[in-house]
């Protein structure tokens, strides 16, 4: 029997991006304003010949086609300088192994994000988003980035290891993740190998840190097998995972990579957002007014439990536009594995592919004012006019992010709880710089607080678990 793909009853125009330089191809380019160029570059067809130093790569810009590559995952696997890069540093888990491997590593995680298991982790949220906002005080400016950043940090770790070996693991995470961020973009898109290992003082860096990282992970795991306890955590749960073919559990080097890829994942995403999110609220006022009516409502200046995410509906539907206009994985790699046609064109088994997800949330013939903040493109009777694959901040198909409510639960539980206490306004009128790097981030953001009345920001945070 024949398969047949939706891009086969269509034509589509295969071109090639201009201004490529010797060796470099279009990197500089890349590094400099990745957004805009990937943005650019279905100007020049629907499927673009980009080069990344040596390495030439199709870049699927048309839609049908970009959901076509997500979804064959056969065919159109991870793989290629970018997952290379990245298995590197997060080793062959679930989010970066071959589609071979997929469904072992997905039945065996997949347990521990049941919704049920959600709702326990939600408690460590409540406790994180409680200790975040209960030193703060009017007037006082912090840069949300990082304060973000850390609270995800702490209530991942707490999820993935609630035993006492958490303190020593989050102050060790904290440290040692930004440096692997800030060598991680460059690495991805500049295949040069031999560069790297010069012993420059940020190679150094960047590979004591991945060490250090990956001795706590080794550490921690020796020693819940030796305790055999079950912590109700994530970790316990992967401990206790056995293969449905072979009645295997996960290997120490299998538990390492995915607690690497939930690390990634539960951070990055989570801090990004909520910065992202309070920077749309400062400059719309009204988006502003709506969600402080929400969570007055709702909350009453309380902690947000899980039991209250299905009443804060605008809340979803903003962190929903904050997700489009900001999706922290903003581009993805695939690799063919046997020659195929996409669009009616020729790719040979081996060539690189390109999805980027940012541009497909940027799609004015989909979203109207694509770079407007408009949270009700979501309100059912409107998000039902929405191509379902034109949303993609988690992925599509089958390799869709298994995080994605874990995700969801904490960036709504943290930004009604914060939304309801206090207003946050940039603290300098100096334009904020997007910086895609491994995820898509606002940077340093530093803002000042304003003690919101109904909120009652001043009382102290921790009234009670969800």
């Known amino acids: 029997m024949t398969t047949t793909h939706p891009s086969e009853n269509q034509s589509y125009v295969r071109g090639v991006a201009p201004g490529a330089l010797p060796l470099l191809g279009h990197a500089p380019q890349f590094l400099r304003d990745p957004l805009d160029f990937v943005t650019s ?9 980009i080069q990344l130093g040596l390495q030439p790569v199709l870049v699927a810009c048309a839609r049908p086609l970009a959901n076509e590559v997500m979804q064959r995952c056969d065919v159109f696997d991870k793989g290629g300088h970018f997952y290379d890069t990245m298995k590197g540093m997060l080793g062959d888990g679930v989010g970066t192994c071959s589609w071979s491997a997929h469904r072992r590593k997905r039945q ?25 906002v209960a030193g703060w005080r009017t007037g006082q400016t912090v840069d949300v980035s990082p304060a973000f950043y850390r609270m995800a940090t702490r209530a991942t770790v707490r999820a993935l290891f609630s035993s006492d070996l958490e303190a020593t693991a989050v102050a060790e995470i904290q440290r040692c993740f930004p440096i692997v961020w800030r060598g991680m ?70 538990l390492h990579d995915e607690l690497m890829t939930l690390l990634v994942g539960g951070t990055e ?23 402080h009516a929400e969570v007055d409502e709702v909350l009453g200046g309380r902690i947000a439990t899980f039991e209250d995410i299905a009443r804060l509906e605008y809340t979803h539907r903003l ?44 799609d004015p013939s989909v979203f109207p004012e694509p770079y407007r903040c408009d949270p009700d493109r979501w309100l059912p009777e409107r998000a039902s006019t929405i191509p379902k694959d034109a949303w993609v901040a988690f992925g599509s198909g089958r390799r869709r992010c298994l995080g994605d409510m874990f995700a969801l639960t904490e960036i709504t539980m943290a930004l009604a709880t914060i939304a309801g206490r206090w207003s946050l306004r940039p603290a300098s009128d100096r334009p904020l710089k997007i910086q895609p790097r491994m995820f898509l981030t606002p940077g340093s953001l530093p803002m000042t607080f304003t ?16």
Do not use: C
Not at 41 to 49: K, P, Q, R, T, Y
Not at 112 to 124: E, L
Not at 451 to 466: L, T, Y
């Open 108 to 132: 065996l995680v997949q347990p521990a994000f049941q919704r049920a298991k959600i709702g326990a982790y939600a408690r460590v949220m409540h406790s994180e988003v409680a200790s975040l």
């Open 269 to 291: 995403t989570t801090s990004a957002t909520l910065a992202w999110a309070f920077h749309l609220l400062a400059g719309h006022p009204e988006v502003e007014r709506r969600l």
């Open 319 to 362: 962190v929903t536009e904050t997700l489009r206009l900001y999706p922290p994985g903003w581009v993805t790699t695939r690799l063919v594995t046997a020659d195929t046609e996409l669009g009616g064109h020729h790719l040979a088994a081996g060539t690189a592919v390109m999805v980027s997800h940012y541009a497909i949330h940027h």
């Open 185 to 254: 973009l460059t690495r991805m898109l500049v295949p040069a190998s031999l560069l790297r290992l010069v012993a420059t003082r940020g190679n150094r860096g960047f590979d004591a840190a991945l060490a250090s990282l990956n001795q706590v992970l080794a550490d921690i795991i020796r020693a819940y097998r030796t305790a055999g306890v079950d912590h109700a955590d994530i970790l316990s749960a992967l401990l206790a995972a056995e293969d449905e073919a072979t009645g295997l559990p996960l290997t120490d080097a299998e």
């Open 451 to 466: 003690a919101r009345p109904a909120g009652d920001a001043q009382a102290p945070a921790a009234d009670g678990g969800s």
């Open 41 to 49: 570059l279905g100007a020049h067809g629907d499927i673009v010949e």
